[in-house]
């Protein structure tokens, strides 16, 4: 077991040692405090776009299901004839320069797995950069656009927002409540006070305190020849190898069971970078991972490789919610 997978199961589960990590916690939070009392009272350099900017993050580490959801919100604005552009940090991106916009024909070393994602399944105006807010200006520069969704932008206080969405893993929560390092918060429990709305992916109801959303499975695609199956392609009982490098691939291994499919799991570190040989698994099976992980292994996929596309269906009241946001802020703006 790695040490982020032994620090995952310690938040979530407890353990005795975490105790010793609370000093580098107070430090880590008074460091925190300091970053978002800052731009709350507006000091240092902060960008505020021409336009609404929605901020859709997490306060936990590992992944709650931000892409889906962004993949969502782009249709939504689209269904409503707005103009929307992305703009992403890039993890893992190595662009020959910043800002840089993302095409669905770049490879993943160069994008980062999740905008190149993003945009080969929307075709969305994207740009990459670790500064959201030169980000924003130069996809502003290089596009007519009404709106800009940034991903995972929560902590990124140079850029100003209009609207922030957070996501929270309906069956994790929030762990032992800590922050980092003793904890997987990112910001104290507090900070979930000033944002817009709240998220749960995975409650089967909307809450007191936020929406629900769940992810839903729609189809099998072959990395190979970009085949789109239905998922009655593979019946019950179904052994095959599962791949998921992603921020909690355990709720992935969970989908493929509750398609009554039989998955020998193979997880991997967030935004891991695959070859060949280690996705060469015995016995000979049918091999499916993420969506995330597959924008990455295309160039040496195999023919009976796929990966499971989903989509992100919000509640009917959090839409609700989201279309009364976006009249008054498109009302302001313009």
């Known amino acids: 077991m790695s040490l982020t997978e032994r620090l995952l199961q310690a938040w979530y589960q407890g353990h005795p040692a975490l105790l010793l990590l609370r000093p580098l916690e107070w430090l880590y939070r008074a460091v925190v405090k300091r970053k978002r009392g800052n731009f709350v009272a507006g000091r240092g350099v902060i960008y505020r776009a021409p336009v609404p900017v929605l901020v859709v993050g997490n306060i936990t580490v590992g992944g709650t299901g931000k892409t889906p959801l962004i993949l969502h919100l782009i249709e939504h604005c689209r269904a409503r004839g707005l103009r929307v552009g992305v703009v992403s940090r890039g993890y893992g991106a190595q662009p020959p320069s910043w800002p840089w916009r993302v095409r669905g024909d770049q490879s993943a070393t160069v994008a980062g797995d999740e905008p190149l994602l993003i945009v080969q399944r929307s075709g969305v105006a994207l740009m990459i950069d670790p500064n959201r807010g030169r980000a924003v200006q130069a996809l502003l520069d290089a596009e007519a656009l009404d709106l800009i969704l940034c991903d995972d932008g929560l902590q990124h206080y140079r850029l ?175």
Request: glycine share 6%.
């Open 160 to 334: 100003a927002r209009d609207l922030e969405l957070v996501l929270i893993d309906a069956a994790r929560g929030l762990g032992n409540g800590r922050c980092l390092p003793a904890g997987p918060l990112r910001e104290p429990i507090e900070r979930l006070h000033s944002v817009d709305a709240l998220l749960y992916n995975g409650a089967a109801a909307d809450r007191v305190e936020g929406y629900a959303f769940t992810l839903q499975p729609t189809a099998l695609v072959n990395l190979l020849t970009g085949e789109r199956r239905s998922l009655s392609a593979f019946p019950p009982g179904q052994a095959l190898h599962a791949v998921a490098g992603i921020g909690n691939p355990q709720r992935f291994f969970n989908t493929l069971e509750a398609l009554h499919w039989q998955p020998i799991q193979h997880a991997f570190a967030d935004h891991a970078q695959y070859s060949a040989a280690q996705l060469s698994f015995s016995p000979s099976l049918p091999l499916v991972m993420t969506e995330k992980d597959a924008v990455k292994c295309r160039a040496f996929a195999q023919s009976d490789w796929w990966y499971l596309a989903v989509d992100a269906r919000p509640s009917a009241a959090f839409s609700l919610w989201l279309d009364s946001q976006l009249d008054r802020l498109l009302a302001v703006s313009r």
